[in-house]
């Protein structure tokens, strides 16, 4: 979050957040409806979807996000014709994380806060997989721990494994 806040990108970390809350929240009332909203509820998830549309969509938004003008109209058609649903901010999380990835993934794997979690969580390890990357890439072995970790083997995953991978994604 303090990278994203010296690259004035805060915002787009927070509104992820936000529209993940909306939907999971907006998941629970629609799943205790059982496919059967009533006034109430739907007016609960009207007034949810226009609090994250105030904060970060839009002009008049008080934390603007970065989205493109299509996905803000989607957006603003949805509230506005009383159809918001749990999947009214799904497309523009997606385009708010491609939009980071892109943006600013790269600049912080460069930066020294990304090397102090290295240190602080230790996610490297040197080993023959690195090593041979390194050798393909003709690395030093002294520089073998500054590789990226897309060079590392990915390990083969059970169909299980790739199903609770998959479900933790989604969730």
Not at 50 to 75: C, R
Not at 117 to 126: A, E, K, N
Not at 158 to 171: F, G, N, P, W
């Amino acid at each position: 979050m303090e990278y994203l806040r010296s690259q004035f990108a805060q915002e787009s970390i927070e509104f992820w957040i936000a529209a993940r809350a909306y939907r999971k929240t907006v998941l629970r009332i629609e799943n205790r409806a059982v496919g059967n909203l009533g006034a109430e509820e739907q007016e609960r998830i009207q007034t949810l979807a226009k609090e994250v549309v105030a904060e970060y969509i839009g002009d008049e938004a008080k934390t603007q996000v970065n989205l493109s003008a299509k996905m803000v109209n989607e957006i603003y058609e949805a509230v506005d014709a009383s159809e918001a649903c749990s999947g009214t901010f799904a497309r523009a999380e997606t385009e708010v994380v491609l939009l980071m990835s892109r943006d600013k993934l790269s600049g912080f794997k460069r930066s020294k806060l990304f090397k102090l979690l290295l240190q602080h969580v230790g996610s490297y390890d040197v080993n023959e997989n690195t090593q041979k990357a390194a050798a393909v890439k003709n690395i030093k072995p002294s520089e073998v721990g500054n590789i990226s970790p897309c060079f590392r083997s990915p390990k083969r995953l059970s169909r299980l494994e790739a199903k609770q991978a998959r479900h933790v994604v989604r969730t």
